[in-house]
């Protein structure tokens, strides 16, 4: 079975901050590492996938994730956060070998604060 | 353009009705999906399809149903719903497996009384 953890359920920050999301899946074989975003009302949009090759993906509106496979994880992070980035923000994972089905980690709420 | 859609955005119901909510998609997309979204939860997966006339249980299928009779449309049936299904339900498709990101409706939010 596979699963996600996200260590962090609500974040706050202010604005210009730095951001770091954690993630950490369990799956003992080849994956598919995705971040979406859910903005207040609305539904889910990718923000960043990976699938292989370099391990540091770059994604929209700034942000990136950098896959560690040794640690299972898919950390997400943006230099500089903006009060447009509060929002809900999931990470998913798809293993190869798992009949294509997405799990998903709990979500964590970022607030930026102005 | 392609897109998902889901009806309806919002409903209230009472325990033991059945109710259907509807998902279509223009993307021409083999697999479709429903999760529903709960505080603490995340998204948890109901039932999924691959195909025409494919569906296969999630992780809490318990109570719901689907039926995929062509490739645009993967309804959501709660036999009998109960309080414990209020929830916001997505629909959420992709071209195949192992291809790429989902695409998710505008989500449904349904409240058992």
């Known amino acids: 079975a596979q699963s996600v953890s996200q260590h962090n359920h609500h974040v706050i920050l202010s604005e210009a901050a730095s951001l770091e999301l954690g993630c950490n899946y369990s799956y003992g074989g080849t994956v598919n590492l995705f971040w979406y975003v859910q903005y207040p009302g609305q539904h889910l949009q990718l923000l960043l996938k990976y699938f292989s090759g370099d391990p540091l993906v770059k994604g929209i509106k700034g942000f990136e994730a950098e896959f560690i496979k040794s640690k299972f994880s898919f950390n997400l992070r943006k230099p500089s956060v903006q009060w447009s980035d509060t929002a809900e923000y999931f990470c998913?994972?798809?293993?190869?070998?798992?009949?294509?089905?997405?799990?998903f980690g709990d979500g964590t709420t970022l607030t930026v604060k102005p | 353009d392609a897109e998902i859609t889901q009806s309806p955005r919002h409903k209230i119901t009472e325990t033991g009705r059945q109710v259907t909510l509807a998902c279509h998609q223009t993307?021409?997309?083999?697999?479709m999906f429903w999760y529903r979204q709960d505080l603490g939860h995340g998204l948890r997966l109901i039932h999924y399809?691959?195909?025409?006339?494919?569906?296969n249980k999630g992780e809490v299928s318990d109570g719901y149903s689907v039926s995929r009779s062509n490739t645009e449309d993967l309804p959501l049936t709660l036999e009998s719903a109960a309080s414990s299904q209020t929830s916001v339900y997505f629909c959420?498709?992709?071209?195949?497996?192992?291809?790429?990101?989902?695409?998710f409706g505008e989500g449904s939010r349904l409240t058992v009384l």
């Open positions: 399809s691959y195909g025409v006339h494919d569906t």
């Open positions: 998913a994972v798809n293993g190869w070998s798992n009949a294509g089905k997405s799990t």
């Open positions: 993307w021409n997309h083999n697999n």
């Open positions: 959420a498709s992709r071209l195949a497996e192992n291809t790429g990101e989902l695409f």
